[in-house]
């Protein structure tokens, strides 16, 4: 279940193993720790732990930086993929104005080092203008790794349906681009009625709920190969 928290996402498979995925969300500080937790687990899926420390540091700095200078509450989409052998971090914004900037921060400074910590990480990063957004990308080097070979995708799609039936009942309405998607943080808080309300339903015809909730997590652990 912890697969679907990113509700929205969208898949252009030509790699069944390793996916490109793109994610749209609002940009609000409470969103950020949501979109590392999803980026560690899609890359633990693509067999690449050896870059997720990294992958989380620049999703955060790049996502941080539209909150800062375009504003909190923007409508932006973060897309993930493979260049040949390198991860592509994509962060896409509506404002071609409010270029990103790599500046020298002073060492007392509490503010100024988002880019400069993109470009200490990356192997590559820069900015794409184009006619309704900017993109600002960075690439960050992997190790060889075979991809995980388990197909996710019927799985995904299943909990995305889900997320997104569960969350039209009990979520208001919202204005402008964010009228019928959960954010991550609220998918999260709807992924775990979910989860409640099948433990209620199993205690109530005389299952053990404890004993189901080891059970997937089990069967969720040995399908993506995880160890917790």
């Keep these: 279940m912890g697969l679907c928290r990113g509700v929205g996402v969208r898949y252009n498979d030509h790699n069944p193993s390793r996916k490109p ?28 732990r050896d ?3 990294a992958a989380e540091l620049c999703v955060t700095e790049l996502v941080s930086n539209v909150i800062t200078h375009v504003g909190s509450g923007t409508p932006t989409t973060l897309d993930v993929s493979m260049n040949g052998s390198h991860l592509r ?3 896409h914004d509506p404002d071609t104005r ?32 184009r006619a309704d957004r900017k993109v600002t990308w960075c690439e960050l080097e992997t190790e060889t790794a075979l991809p995980c070979s388990a197909n996710t995708s019927p799985r995904l799609s299943r909990a995305q349906g889900l997320l997104d039936l569960y969350g039209t ?3 208001p309405d919202v204005a402008g681009a964010a009228a019928h998607r959960l954010t991550l943080a609220s998918a999260e808080e709807t992924a775990i009625g979910i989860i409640a309300d099948l433990l209620h339903w199993f205690h109530a015809h005389g299952r053990d709920a404890d004993e189901v909730l080891d059970r997937a997590q089990v069967h969720f652990e040995a399908e993506v190969g995880i160890s917790v």
């Excluded at 940009?27 to 633990?44: D, F």
């Excluded at 988002?114 to 794409?128: D, N, P, S």
């Design 89 to 91: 971090i994509e962060v």
């Design 98 to 129: 409010a270029l990103p900037t790599l500046v020298e921060a002073r060492c007392d400074s509490e503010s100024g080092r988002g880019m400069a910590l993109v470009e200490a990480t990356a192997v590559r990063w820069g900015v794409e203008l």
């Design 21 to 48: 995925w793109s994610l749209p969300f609002v940009a609000e500080p409470e969103e950020v720790s949501a979109l590392r937790r999803m980026v560690r687990l899609h890359l633990g899926l693509w067999g690449l």
């Design 169 to 171: 009942g009990r979520t």
């Design 51 to 53: 870059v997720a420390d």
